[in-house]
């Protein structure tokens, strides 16, 4: 018998936006919210770095990097580079991001801080061993980095070390109790293990924290489905999120056995998309080729 763990771990790939909350999502502000900060930056010269910090904690990119321009006669240049790091690591352009987190490994006034951007980026490129021992060595040196304790909980997640696992998002959540990345992270990492009453637990934690975080929303859809209760898991879905909702409730479906259910979700998925939903069709094609294959074993004469 297939059990959901095991699907789990050979078949997410095939559901749309199941994903762990990396830490260091990726947004950018729109043109017309940078000149108040840049005007802020002027009437706050003392303290321009935590103008930058809140802008890269709200994932406003574009801000946060003309708020840097402005600030190089008010911050040591060695913060600025580091933040511009964070910024190359929130539009995603990792090998940029992890070549400016190194240059700055040495720089005692950041070294830490860069050694964890380091390891978050090399995770992000799926160098596993080399963000680990990056990560390893930033809470070394700051044991205070609640991101580099995250980053190597999803480290340990990748090998199902779970022991490592927890004692990371531990420390990350003794030091900030309401981290949402640290919240929906252990709840996926629970999420995989089984646990799915722990992993509620954290992701709507999170979500208390960050009601937008749509990787908590789609993991808790998920977590509540594969515990058979469909009914909870649309619960605050809407026009926009129903395709996918449907897609992700589908797949848990499927992974409980309870395949006419998880057909007729993902049907519904085709039927509402305004485009071709391939998601959709990949996990129909997938459902279909299981059910074969399950028929063909338990055939007379097997």
């Not at 490592?164 to 309401?178: E, F, I, S, T, W």
């Not at 998309?273 to 338990?298: C, M």
Request: aromatic content about 6%; overall charge neutral; hydrophobic content about 50%.
């Amino acid at each position: 018998m297939i059990t959901v763990r095991t699907w789990l771990a050979a078949a997410l790939v095939v559901v749309a936006g199941v994903a762990a909350a990396a830490p260091g999502a990726t947004a950018n502000a729109p043109p017309a919210a940078i000149a108040p900060l840049v005007s802020a930056l002027s009437a706050h010269a003392a303290d321009p770095l935590s103008l930058i910090d809140a802008a890269l904690h709200d994932n406003r990119v574009s801000a946060a990097r003309a708020l840097i321009d402005g600030a190089h006669l008010h911050a040591p240049e060695v913060e600025l580079a580091l933040r511009l790091g964070e910024c190359a690591l929130a539009s995603d352009q990792l090998d940029e991001a992890a070549s400016t987190f190194a240059h700055l490994e040495a720089e005692p006034q950041v070294g830490a801080r860069a050694l964890q951007g380091f390891g978050i980026a090399e995770l992000r490129r799926g160098h596993d061993v080399a963000a680990i021992h990056a990560l390893n060595a930033a809470v070394a040196g700051d044991p205070k980095l609640v991101r580099a304790w995250t980053a190597l909980g999803v480290a340990a997640d990748r090998t199902r070390n779970w022991s490592a696992a927890d004692r990371a998002y531990g420390h990350a959540l003794a030091l900030v109790p309401d981290s949402e990345s640290a919240l929906a992270n252990r709840g996926y990492s629970r999420l995989l293990r089984g646990n799915y009453a722990e992993a509620a637990e954290d992701l709507r934690a999170a979500l208390v924290v960050h009601p937008g975080l749509e990787s908590a929303q789609t993991n808790l859809r998920l977590t509540l489905a594969l515990q058979g209760d469909y009914k909870a898991a649309f619960k605050g879905s809407n026009r926009t999120t129903l395709a996918r909702d449907l897609n992700t409730i589908g797949f848990a479906a499927m992974a409980r056995g309870d395949y006419a259910a998880a057909e007729g979700y993902f049907n519904r998925a085709m039927e509402l998309s305004p485009a071709f939903d391939r998601t959709a069709w990949n996990n129909l094609i997938y459902l279909k080729n299981l059910t074969g294959r399950l028929s063909g074993e338990n055939a007379p004469g097997r």
